[in-house]
């Protein structure tokens, strides 16, 4: 079905750096200020909704990102 084709999708994007916060909304890892349990703040401030289900997911996969952006630089 429909999900099947997100889940996928999201899988996909996941690969060049794209989280998926919520349903219909899909984020660019490296454009996240902060992240807290009810929203993901932009580095641009804009909000967008996390939900519970997604939560873990944004963190760790932000907080791999920000890892490698640390190696990198030192």
């Known amino acids: 079905g429909l999900g099947d084709v997100y889940k996928r999708q999201s899988e996909r994007l ?10 219909g909304y899909i984020v660019n890892i490296r454009d996240i200020y902060s992240i807290n349990t009810k929203r993901v703040l932009l580095d641009d401030r804009t909000p967008i909704p996390v939900s519970r289900k997604y ?11 920000v890892r490698r952006m640390y190696h990198a630089i030192s």
Do not use: I, L, S
């Not at 996941?14 to 349903?23: A, K, M």
């Not at 939560?55 to 990102?65: G, N």
């Open 55 to 65: 939560t873990e997911h944004v963190r760790e996969m932000h907080a791999k990102y």
């Open 14 to 23: 996941e690969r060049y750096g794209f989280v998926r916060t919520h349903v």
